[in-house]
């Protein structure tokens, strides 16, 4: 059975960057498309970026400081996050879409396969 599983999470101070790599493992994995979304205490969980044949999408609130890539040989999904602020401090998931088609969704109910998170942290 197909596992997706999160690194790369930790502590860094405010301005600063750090790299999250989701490795799928346990058998043939293809997806057409992979998301990010992260969950900070008592607040939901949000939409963070995805990747597609559509190219990659980002929430405004991480536009231009985060960026997301895969590498489809690798079965792995990485998301850059840079300029941190305190705000992004949250647990991040990565998930993966597993319909035939997508459209663009970026409602966590649509992707139906998630990593159990990875926490990130900012602090000044």
């Known amino acids: 059975q197909v596992q997706l599983v999160e690194s790369g999470g930790g502590s860094v101070q405010t301005g600063g960057s750090l790299r999250l790599s989701c490795a799928a493992s346990g058998g043939t994995f293809s997806s057409p498309a992979m998301a990010w979304f992260r969950q900070a205490p008592g607040k939901e969980r949000e939409f963070v970026a995805s990747?597609?044949?559509?190219?990659?999408a980002y929430p405004e609130s991480v536009k231009g400081r985060f960026t997301i890539s895969r590498d489809n040989g690798k079965n792995t999904v990485w998301l850059q996050m840079n300029s941190l602020k305190s705000e992004d401090t949250a647990v991040y998931y990565c998930a993966a879409f597993q319909r035939k088609r997508y459209t663009g969704s970026v409602r966590d109910t649509d992707f139906s396969l998630w990593g159990p998170g990875t926490q990130v942290t900012v602090s000044s």
């Open positions: 990747i597609s044949v559509r190219g990659a």
